[in-house]
């Protein structure tokens, strides 16, 4: 007994050791390039306020489409990238999309009319579209389910980051107005832009391939990996791609779930940081004031993330906290609709902000727990973004210019909606997921017939054609 415990500890220690090799080499690159992949997407806001939409002529309806152009190439190549990624090789798929978008951010500084700014948003949205749930889902074969929630913390994090730092970066680069005959917010974009394609390519040095040849790892400690994935889920396996599983994703209501749910959420995200620069400078500020004061909305909600995340995880439950989150989040637009002050105002962009990035980052990892076979989970977060991020668009349309009256007042009220309907789809997730549940641990239990057959007549490779629909597997709730 003295030497089972023995040996239990010291796998404990060698699996910690290992989990910390394992996230030095994934999250700091992984976190940095979706730091600058929100960098560039939400950078527009800060241009805007420094001449951007006057240099060029844009119009307050057109700046609503060129953010909406965004989103619809961000949705309309999410899944399809996803799908690439599984049958190629992260290691130089996430990368090269790094590479292309970073390109893209730069042309955004060498626009000189609507119709330039209008292609290369669309263009943008391409090359971003296949970071994020590229990015979810390699996680899901590092790490086991319960330890996915914090990782992905930490990587949406890098969404808040970048909005504090890109308010003082914008702030700094909006100085060089004039520096070879260029704009500022030219500059934001040129730069910023620049710094992402260096990145990129440093990270086809950095940004791992697939867990089971994971060449950082060695032998031992690639075999260890495994074998914990293959104890807690599919994410060990090297599961061959099939038209099956993608047909699992699209007819599974809880995938469904997942992305209204992100719909919801995604509303207030990108309206929120893409036009907190605005919302700001409206409560009258000046536009640099505005850049800066961007920065401790954004900071709350980085801290705000690791926080509750953190709690999250030690409870293992995400429903209760996504709930808690929106609830806070519609304190914030509540202050925002009713205070009568900037600084009451400018307290509920805080609430606000805190709010929707914690509710975000819980969401955003949920099917990446939830979800199996490997290919099931990968189209379930493409479609979660995707079908999410037509909220996104909405977003950024419904705070248009005959909507801005009363600081807004109209598309705040809306988000409110929008966040109750993301209470109601979560209650709908956790309790399905729950009676789920409890009806198989009443089969398992009871020892009756049905799980019986389930027990002896399943094998492995049945156990992944079913997934998450084997009568042992369990939703985090």
Do not use: C
Not at 21 to 30: A, S, T
Not at 205 to 218: D, N
């Amino acid at each position: 007994m003295s030497s089972l415990s023995s040996s239990r500890l010291e796998l404990d220690v060698q699996d910690k050791k290992l989990l910390r090799k394992v996230d030095y080499r994934l999250i700091p690159i992984l976190t940095l390039l979706y730091l600058l992949s929100f960098l560039d997407r939400s950078n527009i806001g800060n241009a805007r306020i420094v001449g951007l939409a006057d240099d060029i002529n844009l119009s307050p309806p057109a700046y609503n489409t060129s953010l909406a152009l965004y989103f619809v190439a961000y949705v309309l190549f999410e899944v399809p990238a996803n799908i690439i990624l599984k049958r190629f090789d992260p290691q130089i798929w996430l990368p090269t999309l790094t590479l292309a978008w970073g390109i893209a951010s730069v042309g955004q500084g060498l626009i000189t009319n609507q119709a330039g700014l209008l292609g290369i948003r669309f263009l943008l949205g391409v090359t971003e579209a296949g970071l994020f749930p590229g990015v979810i889902f390699l996680f899901s074969v590092y790490y086991r389910r319960r330890e996915r929630s914090w990782r992905v913390a930490i990587f949406f994090g890098g969404a808040a980051l970048a909005g504090a730092f890109g308010g003082i970066l914008a702030f700094a680069l909006g100085k060089m107005d004039g520096v070879g005959g260029r704009r500022g917010w030219s500059w934001i974009f040129i730069m910023e832009g620049i710094l992402t394609i260096a990145v990129s390519l440093v990270s086809y040095f950095i940004v791992p391939t697939w867990s089971y040849k994971a060449k950082f790892l060695t032998d031992d400690e690639r075999n260890r990996l495994l074998t914990r994935l293959n104890e807690d889920s599919d994410a060990g396996k090297r599961e061959k791609f099939e038209w099956l599983y993608v047909r699992q994703a699209v007819t599974d209501h809880l995938v469904w779930g997942y992305a209204l749910l992100f719909h919801g959420f995604a509303f207030v995200l990108y309206s929120l940081s893409l036009f907190m620069p605005s919302i700001i400078a409206g409560l009258g500020f000046k536009s640099w004031q505005a850049q800066l004061m961007t920065v401790p909305p954004n900071a709350l909600a980085s801290i705000s993330i690791w926080l509750t995340v953190w709690a999250s995880s030690k409870y293992n439950l995400r429903a209760p906290f996504i709930i808690a989150s929106a609830v806070v989040a519609i304190i914030g637009y509540i202050v925002l609709v009713t205070a009568t002050t900037a600084g009451g105002q400018y307290v509920g962009v805080h609430f606000a902000a805190a709010g929707v990035y914690v509710g975000n980052a819980l969401l955003l990892s949920w099917p990446g727990e939830n979800v199996s076979s490997q290919t099931k989970r990968a189209v379930a977060v493409a479609m979660q973004i995707t079908i999410g991020d037509t909220g996104a668009i909405a977003g950024v349309l419904i705070y248009r210019p005959n909507f801005a009256g009363h600081r807004y007042r109209k598309p705040h009220i809306i988000a409110i909606g929008y966040l109750v309907f993301a209470i109601a789809v979560t209650v709908y997730l956790w309790v399905s997921m729950s009676r789920e549940n409890k009806r198989r641990n009443l089969l398992v239990s009871s020892g009756d017939e049905t799980g019986e057959k389930h027990d002896e007549a399943v094998d492995e490779e049945d156990k992944t054609v079913l997934g998450d629909r084997h009568v042992d597997y369990r939703y985090v709730l």
